[in-house]
């Protein structure tokens, strides 16, 4: 039954669902009345029509709530991954020459992202997100929310700006063609943008379907200033139908151009899901399984990739909503796909009468929301080395490639990650007038024994970090005649093949022209390499102490040299 409920996870929540049904429906409705904007939404970020966005809906967050961990995360179209969708995508066709060629690729790149999540997390790589720096996050969001802004400007201004202009050719195109503008598209997109943000600001009540409410109230406008009479376009006619079986073109072409794009938005998918299922986990005190969320987002891309759907990941609106709304089970993600459809196929007709200005003037609200002012303002105050990563990723964002951005923020994320580990604090010890072993800089009174030196290494010992430990040594070695030296080892995490080899040379090097290195308080987690790499037996026996007393015991037992002060109880003088 275990291992049964281990490959198929909803059977775990399953019997909670029929206790908490009434919960589970009212945040079903709810979350499908959110959904209904950001799917048109983001349909339209993605370059795709906005039918997409809703099959999206319906068919990503079933998948991902049977077989993810999270009991509130909802998964679907995002920003951040309709962006990266797009922009992977335009490079190789531009949806406004071959719109069919252009969502025929998106299926085969949502299938390989998924392939990608859905493999590591069979191989349990769930916690690769955790090195991925929150700076890089913030960066990356913000960067395309102006992106996703100044995209949407075409329909904000009523002008025929180039499909895949940079912000400095949109901002060259604005200003030369300013007096072209369509003022009533403008009318219609700025009053949607606000009305939105009034809503969202002062109306407490409906703030949960501000973007419902200003893109109604924003299509009423549009007819009122005349509608496609005076050049205001709609969305145009929406099929009322379910989302169609379609098998992707997995063609040895496709495959090989797209497979870099989707790795990185699987990563981005990944990362999006996981922080908000840990983040709404913080309330709920739910595990969550990073690894099983990876093959839950894997599984929803790939099934939904076959159903003329494209990538999806976790939304935090509406994981949010769905949490404050009561969800208690997975089964209200399930529920808000099927009122979904419900919807579709009844209402599908009104949509048609959505004007895309009233969507660009709600996107670049969208925009703007991604912009975490509060964090960077955090960032900026707190910390030099993530100031650079979230300024690496923000302008790469900006005017590189999304995927170059992304992998650039992790790059220079882990650049200062392997700085900070690579450079270990080295404390030597010594003795203070109240018998405490204590840093020297710390107690400039304290002793040192003339025979044996001990240091406090903090950090671990990996091929990054072996070279500052190493020069330490070396000029401990050539500079002082102490005969033996005692690591401190507490602080020492783990010891990788590497370090085992060089410290192995050192101890021999040590035992064979002065007196020894010894180790007191290593964890046996620290010593597996050593043990199992056969280093114990070139190091030679007694060298590792559960306590540093028993370890200067047996040193100065050693000694055939009086020390010259008595530093330690144990330790032999000779005029004392």
Wanted: charged letters at 15%.
């Amino acid at each position: 039954m275990l291992r049964r409920k281990s490959v198929f996870p909803f059977l775990n929540w399953l019997p909670e669902v029929r206790p908490n049904l009434k919960d589970d429906l009212i945040a079903g409705i709810t979350g499908t009345i959110i959904v209904i904007p950001q799917a048109v939404a983001f349909a339209m970020i993605a370059g795709l029509p906005p039918i997409y966005g809703f099959y999206t809906a319906m068919v990503t967050p079933v998948i991902a709530a049977l077989f993810g961990s999270s009991y509130h995360l909802i998964s679907g179209p995002t920003t951040a991954i309709s962006i990266v969708v797009y922009s992977t995508l335009i490079k190789f066709v531009d949806p406004e020459n071959d719109l069919e060629a252009f969502v025929s690729l998106a299926f085969v790149l949502t299938f390989l992202a998924g392939f990608f999540q859905w493999v590591m997390g069979l191989l349990r790589m769930g916690r690769l997100v955790n090195f991925v720096s929150h700076s890089v996050i913030i960066g990356f969001t913000a960067g395309a929310g102006i992106l996703i802004a100044f995209k949407q400007l075409k329909h904000v201004f009523g002008l025929p700006i180039p499909q895949g202009s940079t912000i400095p050719k949109i901002i060259q195109y604005i200003v030369q063609h300013i007096s072209e503008t369509n003022w009533m598209v403008l009318a219609v997109a700025a009053g949607t943008f606000i009305i939105a943000l009034l809503i969202k600001l002062f109306i407490k009540p409906l703030r949960r379907y501000y973007m419902l409410l200003a893109m109604i109230l924003g299509s009423v406008l549009a007819l009122i200033l005349g509608g496609s009479g005076n050049g205001i376009e709609t969305v145009g006619e929406l099929p009322s139908n379910l989302p169609p079986f379609q098998v992707p073109d997995f063609s040895i072409a496709n495959v090989k151009q797209l497979s870099s794009g989707a790795m990185v938005l699987a990563l981005l998918g990944l990362i999006e899901a996981v922080a908000i299922g840990r983040a709404i986990a913080l309330h709920t005190h739910q595990r969550i399984d990073g690894n099983q969320e990876f093959i839950g987002q894997g599984l929803s891309n790939m099934v939904a990739s076959f159903f003329s759907s494209y990538a999806g990941s976790g939304s935090f609106t509406r994981s949010g909503v769905n949490h404050q709304a009561g969800a208690k089970t997975p089964m209200a993600a399930i529920f808000a796909s099927v009122f979904l459809m419900v919807v579709l196929l009844i209402f599908a007709d009104y949509a048609s009468f959505l004007p895309k200005a009233a969507m660009g003037g709600i996107i670049v609200l969208v925009g703007y929301n991604l912009i975490d002012f509060h964090h960077i303002k955090n960032v900026y105050k707190s910390s030099g080395r993530e100031l650079i990563v979230l300024g690496i990723t923000f302008f790469g964002t900006l005017f590189f490639d999304l995927e170059f951005a992304l992998l650039a923020g992790i790059l220079a994320s882990f650049f200062f990650y392997m700085e900070r580990t690579s450079q270990p604090n080295i404390a030597v010890l010594g003795m203070s007038k109240d018998r405490r072993l204590i840093n020297l800089i710390r107690d400039e009174n304290a002793m040192e024994c003339s025979n044996l030196k001990i240091v406090r290494i903090d950090g671990s010992l990996y091929f990054g970090s072996i070279e500052k430990i190493a020069a330490f040594f070396s000029q401990l070695y050539e500079k002082n005649e102490m005969q033996y030296v005692l690591v401190a080892a507490d602080g020492i995490n783990f010891i990788d093949l590497a370090a085992a080899e060089w410290l192995t040379n050192e101890i021999r090097k040590w035992q064979k022209n002065r007196g020894g290195i010894y180790f007191a308080g290593l964890k046996l987690v620290s010593q597996d390499v050593i043990r199992k790499g056969g280093f114990f037996e070139k190091m030679g026996d007694g060298i590792f102490f559960k306590e540093k007393k028993t370890a200067i015991a047996y040193i100065h037992n050693k000694l055939e040299v009086p020390c010259k002060e008595q530093v330690f109880t144990e330790c032999r003088v000779e005029n004392p």
